[in-house]
């Protein structure tokens, strides 16, 4: 195992070592984060039937009681005295094995777990007896004959339970018979003696298990992977006699070093020599993989995969199988075992197809955690190893083969990424990664293989060439058949994120390109000015106008490019015009309807707690509909305001009267999409219409948007310091609004202080002002066009104010209790929580934040309550046929 000698190539790499050091001593388990979560939802399941089905715990209980009360008192009397030792004997007695067997880490884990299980019994048992509902207190307590109450949870289970779990008895067959009988036999008494309730023993067990694995994911828990002296073990144990093992991505990357090859087609503009380009392959789940010299033979690929790089990634996959359809999603979790059979399986079936694969010569488990297989010596290097002078035809046409090779047997690879296929000295093109495919695949899977490479291949050699030798290989037909599956979604994560930096770059180049245009074009006219008569120059403003966007369209048609899929789409299509090219639903549900149904859930559940017991049938009765026609006039007021302050930004000239009919259309838009997307999206393409150019009207309505959360900052800072103030004499703020602004202080010292979120955020100001502050300059040189704008803006913020005054007023005596500084506080708040809510228009959200916000500054819930309905009736609902009609009516005009 010291002699390095045999190594063909590569020299001065050092072999495995047995200790391993580049593995961690703790890990964080994505196992026992899933388990976290699953206690914490259990337990929230447990909580809502105690405290909602009252009948249903009532007769559990019943029933329980009536059962355990013949069993006979001698058998009680001993399964109390047996219980209430051996809950204490079976945790010391396991702990001495432990520290026999020198794993006092375990141990540790396990007191740390239960201290932690401790201080949460005790405070789970403060909020039963102080702020839970009666019937949540009635279903885990019982009344003893003194007249108090019993524990909601157990003080001296939960930490035993939590204890037994960190330390992993629940692993070991023996000692997990001995866990259960005790925990059984303990219930069993307690129950019997009436110390305890059905709900409160499960609910002991949930919150023990629970704290037991969040502080195991916590604090990480012992590194268990197979180090080299396990690998050498194991390979020795199935007949090899391995001399060293050394890791595959070294290998690699000493034959890259050595070609001189750069790196993956400048994801991050690194260099060959950079360690940060290459991933280690503990962050993915395709396990470490080994070249191992053997004292005589070949050497060998060996894949080592354990159960911790197996959960790479596993919440990724779930939220993929509940998003997409079942025929386009693998099963998110399997066994080791499982994983071993498939890959095995995949392997032979591949090479039965005809397909140039890894061939599996054994396979072997390394412990209870890990295993391994064992190929032949492939060799030969990635599509991501090879510079694109090296990638030619007979490469692309040899991984064409395979696919179809695949294809014909009906496997699919599901993983066809640029490091999945390998190219030896030969030119012989090979499949690897097998590990994530199918057999018997359906249609919709095998033509999302060929998307997939389709895409692959086009990042390397551009999109004709790809085309071309797919359809030379596979044929026309089922090339064109994959158009409709040639999406992002169906795409790898790896190629959709590719996908995405070029698209972002794309945009980059072409916003530069707009700039230096429109620069140019203004030094051009000022230079024409200087020189000759500046009136002869400047004809007319709409000259002006004309000559910077044609400028500006000849500098994007110039630059325009247009994204992978659609050069590949079209490459097909001019070999197949009648291709299908509508795509297909793979979706389930979209990511921003399952978190608008769920804050739209929460929203209702929040507001309904609100409204419940008010008797809407007096307040009504009791209203002032003179003031419900004054919020209806300011409502209506809201339109004219919102078209001033989009066209302040305007400098083009816009017909007001249609833009005002745009922003009564948006009352329909909006109730369909996010309060923050819908409007946005309308003015952007009304303004389109209206004449300008595309980059011009998002930067009007970008300016719009940038100028309008300046001034909601500066009002709500400006209303929250009069709040404060209105009640004294001086002029010193309120606490709040120092807490306030201490808070935005430390978030934004937070931003700045940590690379990644300072980046992030920089690099999405950096893109955002770069299209609108030239705009924000063109408006600055027409005082009028600014001079609406913002008092459209302020125009909107008091109608709205003045709407929601008059609500109140409405279900009041008339009178107004509280401060215009104050109503305008609560306006603003509530107003900045829709826009960032993911439901439409900010239902439910908007709602429960104007509701709360009123009550806390002093209306009673009986008039804030249908107030607010009333305000967000007049707002959002009854403005929706309006705007139908009014968006009808500007489609068949052309104006939207």
Known sequence: MDDFSAVPDVTSIDRVPGDEPLLAARVHRPSDLLRLLTGILAIAVV???????????????????????????????????????????????????????????????????????????????????????????????????????????????????????????????????????????????????????PFSIILTVLLGWTVAYGTLYAVGSPNVRPTGQTLMAGLRHVGFR??????????????????????????????????????????????????VTLEDGPPLDVTVVDREQQAQGFFYRVWRRLTLRSITTRRSLQSLRQALEQEALLAYAAIAAGANAPKLIATSELGPDAVMLVYEHLGGRSLDAMADDEITDGVVRGAWRQVKALQSRRIAHRRLNSDAILVDRTGKVILTDLRGGEIAAGDVVLRMDIAQLLTTIGLRVGPERAVTTAVEVLGPDAVADCLPLLQPIALTRSTRATLRRLARERSQRERDAVLEASAAAKRSRTEAANADDRKAVRKSERAEKQADKRAMDEAMDEVREEDLLTLIRRQVLLIRPQAPVEPVRLERIRPRTFLSLIAGAVAAYFLLSLLAGIDFGTVFDQAHWGWVGVAVAFSALSYVAAAMSLLGFVPERVPF??????????SFVKIVAPAAVGGVALNTRFLQRAGLRPGLAVASVGASQLFGLGAHIVLLLSFGYLTGTEKTASLTPSRTVIAGLLTVAVLVLVVTAIPFLRKFVSTRLRSLFAGVVPRLLDVLQRPVKLLTGIGGMLL?????????????????????????????????????????????????????????????????????????????????????????????????????
């Open 242 to 291: 391995p001399v060293k093992a050394m890791r595959a991505e070294d290998v690699a990357h000493t034959y890259a070093l050595r070609a001189g090859s750069r790196t993956d087609d400048g994801a991050d503009g690194g260099t060959p020599d950079d360690p940060t380009d290459r991933a280690p392959a503990e962050q993915t789940d395709r396990g470490r993989r080994y070249l």
């Open 657 to 666: 009267p249609r833009t005002v009919l745009a922003q009564v259309a948006g």
């Open 796 to 896: 909107l913020t008091g109608v709205f104010v003045m709407c929601l005054d008059a609500s109140i007023r409405a279900f009041g005596d008339g009178s107004q209790p509280l401060s215009y500084a104050s109503i305008a506080v609560v306006f603003l708040a509530g107003n900045a929580l829709g826009s960032a809510a993911p439901t439409p228009g900010g239902v439910g959200a908007v709602e429960g934040a104007l509701t709360v916000g009123l009550i806390a500054a002093g209306v009673p819930k009986e008039v804030a309550a249908p107030a607010v309905l009333l305000y967000r009736m007049l707002t959002l609902w009854l403005p929706v046929l309006p705007g139908w009609f009014a968006f009808n009516h500007l489609t068949r005009k052309g104006a939207l």
């Open 47 to 197: 909580l809502a039937v105690a405290a909602f089905a009252q009948g249903t715990t009532t007769g559990l209980e019943h029933d329980i009681s009536k059962g355990t009360g013949q069993a006979p008192d001698l058998l009680v009397k001993i399964a109390g005295l047996v219980s209430s030792i051996a809950v204490l004997l079976v945790p010391v007695a396991f702990a001495i094995e432990r520290l026999i067997k020198r794993d006092g880490l375990r141990i540790a884990d396990g007191v740390l777990a239960a201290v932690l299980a401790h201080g949460v019994t005790l405070a789970t048992d403060l909020w039963v007896a102080k702020a839970a509902p009666g019937t949540l207190q009635d279903a885990l307590t019982q009344t003893q004959s003194n007249g108090g109450l019993t524990d909601p949870v157990h003080g001296y289970l939960a930490p035993v339970i939590a204890y037994m779990t960190a330390v992993g008895m629940a692993r070991r067959p023996r000692w997990r018979v001995i866990l259960w009988v005790v925990l059984l036999l303990d219930a069993f008494a307690m129950l019997v003696a009436g110390y305890t309730t």
